[in-house]
């Protein structure tokens, strides 16, 4: 992830998933560190997911997804996708500076 980019552009990257706040960063942990905050939509489970139209009932958990929120909390972008490797950092940068 190129921080120094999305912080030039005035923007914070954050995750979210459902797991606990154990869950995360023991998964952290395994990859070293991740180099944004990690925020726990655990319970009630995945309410701040189905806020952005990104939780999937079907499986119980969120999609994979770039959810762009302006300072005033309005959804600006969403995007999922079904992989992460499908994820392209410049071309989410490209999109905010657009917006």
Known sequence: MHNAAFEEADTQVLGISCDSKAAQSAFSGS??????????????????????GVFDNTRGTPQRAIVIVDKKGIIRFSKTYKAATDLNPLEILETIKSL
């Open 31 to 52: 990859l070293g560190g991740v180099p944004y905050p990690v925020l726990s939509d655990f319970y009630p489970h995945g309410k701040v997911s189905e806020s952005y």
